[in-house]
Nanobody, 127 residues
C-alpha cells in the first residue's frame, strides 16, 4: 500500500521562503510522476503547482509560481522537494503531494492524473 508522507510548510512572511518534502513509500518501483497541488482558502478545487518526472525531464510549473518555486526529485528515495521563495500572500493554501505509478502519459496538471495523495500541509504567508 502506498503512503505519501509530507513534511515542511508552516508560516512565512511575504518575500520569505519555505520548503516542502514529499516521500512515497510502499509502492512498486518509483512513481513516474510526483506533483504538488494546492487548494486556497475558499476554493473547491486543487490547482497544480508543479510536477517532477522519474525520467529526469525538467519539472513543469504553473505560471503563477515560475521563477519563485523550484522542484527537485530524488528517485533513490522516491522523494520530491519544493523550495518556495519570494512567497506571496496568494500562495497561502493547503499543499498536497500527489503521485502516480503508471508510465506513458504526459498529463500532469489535473488531480485525476494521480493515484495517491498526501494528507496536505498548510502554508500560510502573512502580508
Amino acid at each position: 500500500q502506498v503512503h505519501v508522507v509530507q513534511s515542511g510548510g508552516g508560516l512565512a512572511q511575504a518575500g520569505g521562503s519555505l520548503r516542502l518534502t514529499c516521500e512515497a513509500n510502499g509502492g512498486s518501483g518509483s512513481p513516474s510522476a510526483m506533483a504538488w497541488f494546492r487548494q486556497a482558502p475558499g476554493q473547491d478545487e486543487k490547482s497544480i503547482v508543479g510536477a517532477t518526472w522519474y525520467s529526469g525531464k525538467s519539472p513543469d510549473y504553473a505560471d503563477s509560481v515560475k521563477g519563485r518555486f523550484h522542484l527537485s526529485r530524488d528517485n533513490a528515495k522516491n522523494a520530491m522537494y519544493l523550495e518556495m521563495t519570494n512567497l506571496k500572500y496568494e500562495d497561502t493554501a493547503v499543499y498536497y503531494c500527489a503521485v502516480r505509478y503508471w508510465f506513458g502519459s504526459p498529463r500532469y496538471a489535473a488531480p485525476e492524473d494521480y493515484q495517491h495523495w498526501g494528507p496536505g500541509t498548510q502554508v500560510t504567508v502573512s502580508s
